[in-house]
C-alpha cells in the first residue's frame, strides 16, 4: 500500500490509509507491506502525529507547495525508484494505491477513487490538481485490475462521467474507529480543559479549511443564530490550513476576537474522539464529498449531527442526521436553532446517529477490498503477457 500521504498531517485519505492498513493486518490471508515516498516497511501503514519529517518541517512544506512547478510529477520522479525495488524484493501480490493515481507498477493495481470533486467542483480544488487529476486519472482507471469506491454516490459518477463499466467498481463504505463513542463530561474534561473548552457547551465542526469544505457557509449561519445561542454555545473548527484558506483564515480571526468562534488548526488525532463527544452538536456544510468521514465519527460519539445534504453524505447519515442545503445558511441557522432549543429532540438524533454509525465498520470495508484485491488478480492471471 502506498503510505506516502501519511508523511503530511493526517487528513481524510490519510485515515483511510491508517485504519484500512490496520483492519487488512487483522486479517490472516493479507500480509501488509507500506511505502513511504522513499521506503518500504514490513507492517501496516501508521502515521506519527505530524507526519515524518516533523511539525516545523510540515509547516514549511505546506507554505512552499503551491509555489513549486510539477511538483506532483516531481514526486513521482523521486519515488519511482525505491518503489519499484521494493516490489521486486518483497514479491509484492498487488499494489493499492489509496489516493487516485498510482505510481508506476508492474504487479496487478488497485485504486481507490474517493470522490470526483475535481470534475464537478473543479473551482474548489488549485489548477493544478485539477490538471494532474484530467492527465492521469483516466488512464489509471483503465489500466486498474479493480477500482474501490468510498460510497455507492461514487461509484454512480464513475460509471456516468468517466464510463468505467460497474462491474470493475468495488463500493467498500469506510468504517468508523471503536474510538469514537459516547463520553461523559469525567471523560473529556482532560482534553476540554487544556483547549478552554466544556462539555456540551460547544459547536464543532472538524475538516480541512478550503473552499470545498464550506466554511464560510458555516460561519454565516452561525452568524445567524439568537445571540444568546452563540453567546451559550461558541463554534469551533478544527481542521489544517488547505487551499485558499487565507480569506478564510482572516474572518475566523475576526470572529475568534469577540469570543464566539475558535479556530483550533489541526487537531491531535489523540484529542479527535473527546473533542467529537463534548459537542452539543457537529456541523459538517461540505459542499462535495464521496464520504463523509467527520459525520460518521460524531454519531458514533453520541453527538447530533447537521450535515450538507450533498451527494455522497445523505447515504452516509441517513435519517439519523439533519440534513440541510449548503447554499442557503438561514436554512441551516433555522435547523441548528430548533436543535440546540429543543433537548429531547438533541436525544433523539443523538441516539439514532449512534445506531446508524455501528452499521459502519473497517472490518467489512477490509473484506470489501480484499475482494478487489482478488478481482485484480483474476483480471491478471486472465490476460496474456504483463499483468499492467
Same mark, same amino acid.
Given at each position: 500500500m502506498n503510505a506516502s500521504p501519511l508523511l503530511s498531517p493526517l487528513t481524510g485519505v490519510g485515515n483511510y490509509i491508517v485504519q484500512l492498513g490496520a483492519a487488512l493486518h487483522a486479517r /490472516?490471508?493479507?500480509?501488509?507491506?507500506?511505502?513511504?515516498?522513499?521506503?518500504? &516497511?514490513?507492517?501496516?501503514?501508521?502515521? #506519527?502525529?505530524?507526519?515524518?519529517?516533523?511539525?516545523?518541517?510540515?509547516?514549511?512544506?505546506?507554505?512552499?507547495?503551491?509555489?513549486?512547478?510539477?511538483?506532483?510529477?516531481?514526486?513521482?520522479? *523521486? *519515488? *519511482?525508484?525505491?518503489?519499484?525495488?521494493?516490489? %521486486?524484493?518483497? &514479491?509484492?501480490?498487488?499494489?493499492?494505491?489509496?489516493?487516485?493515481? #498510482?505510481?508506476?507498477?508492474?504487479? #496487478?493495481?488497485?485504486?481507490?477513487?474517493?470522490?470526483?470533486?475535481?470534475?464537478?467542483?473543479?473551482?474548489?480544488?488549485?489548477?493544478? %490538481?485539477? %490538471?494532474?487529476?484530467?492527465?492521469?486519472?483516466?488512464?489509471?482507471?483503465?489500466?486498474?485490475?479493480?477500482?474501490?469506491?468510498?460510497?455507492?454516490?461514487?461509484?454512480?459518477?464513475?460509471? &456516468?462521467?468517466?464510463?468505467?463499466?460497474? *462491474?470493475?467498481?468495488?463500493?467498500?463504505?469506510?468504517?468508523?474507529?471503536?474510538?469514537?463513542? /459516547?463520553?461523559?463530561?469525567?471523560?473529556?474534561?482532560?482534553?476540554?480543559?487544556?483547549?478552554?473548552?466544556?462539555?456540551?457547551?460547544?459547536?464543532?465542526?472538524?475538516?480541512?479549511?478550503?473552499?470545498?469544505?464550506?466554511?464560510?457557509?458555516?460561519?454565516?449561519?452561525?452568524?445567524r443564530l439568537p445571540a444568546a445561542l452563540r453567546e451559550a454555545f461558541p463554534l469551533v473548527i478544527a481542521g489544517a490550513r488547505g487551499w485558499r484558506s487565507a480569506d478564510l483564515k482572516r474572518e475566523l480571526r475576526m470572529l475568534a476576537d469577540r469570543g464566539q468562534v475558535r479556530f483550533l488548526g489541526h487537531a491531535p488525532a489523540a484529542a479527535l474522539p473527546d473533542l467529537y463527544a463534548g459537542a452539543a452538536a457537529f456541523l459538517f456544510p461540505s459542499l462535495s464529498e464521496g464520504f463523509g468521514l467527520p459525520p460518521l465519527e460524531a454519531m458514533a460519539s453520541g453527538v447530533p449531527v447537521l450535515t450538507s445534504g450533498r451527494e455522497a453524505l445523505a447515504e452516509v447519515v441517513g435519517d439519523a442526521g439533519i440534513t440541510f442545503d449548503p447554499d442557503q445558511p438561514r436554512d441551516t441557522a433555522t435547523k441548528l436553532t430548533a436543535l440546540l432549543e429543543d433537548s429531547a429532540l438533541g436525544a433523539d438524533y443523538a441516539r439514532r446517529g449512534e445506531e446508524r454509525a455501528r452499521r459502519f465498520t473497517w472490518a467489512a470495508c477490509a473484506q470489501a477490498t480484499v475482494g478487489a484485491y482478488r478481482q485484480a488478480l483474476a483480471r491478471a492471471a486472465s490476460r496474456s503477457g504483463p499483468a499492467q
Open positions: /490472516p490471508d493479507v500480509d501488509v507491506h507500506s511505502f513511504y515516498g522513499v521506503r518500504w &516497511a514490513d507492517e501496516p501503514p501508521r502515521s #506519527p502525529e505530524h507526519g515524518r519529517r516533523g511539525v516545523a518541517a510540515n509547516r514549511a512544506l505546506e507554505w512552499i507547495k503551491p509555489w513549486i512547478p510539477l511538483k506532483r510529477e516531481l514526486r513521482r520522479l *523521486q *519515488q *519511482q525508484g525505491p518503489f519499484e525495488r521494493g516490489l %521486486r524484493r518483497l &514479491a509484492i501480490d498487488v499494489y493499492h494505491e489509496p489516493n487516485y493515481v #498510482p505510481v508506476s507498477y508492474d504487479v #496487478p493495481v488497485v485504486v481507490t477513487i474517493h470522490d470526483l470533486s475535481w470534475l464537478r467542483h473543479p473551482e474548489t480544488h488549485p489548477a493544478d %490538481r485539477v %490538471r494532474w487529476f484530467e492527465r492521469r486519472l483516466t488512464r489509471a482507471l483503465d489500466r486498474a485490475g479493480a477500482i474501490l469506491v468510498d460510497s455507492a454516490f461514487v461509484r454512480d459518477e464513475l460509471v &456516468a462521467m468517466l464510463d468505467v463499466p460497474p *462491474q470493475r467498481v468495488t463500493v467498500a463504505h469506510l468504517g468508523v474507529s471503536s474510538a469514537f463513542r /459516547p463520553r461523559g463530561p469525567e471523560e473529556t474534561a482532560v482534553t476540554l480543559h487544556a483547549l478552554g473548552l466544556r462539555h456540551g457547551h460547544y459547536l464543532l465542526s472538524v475538516g480541512t479549511i478550503e473552499p470545498r469544505k464550506n466554511i464560510g457557509h458555516l460561519l454565516a449561519a452561525f452568524a
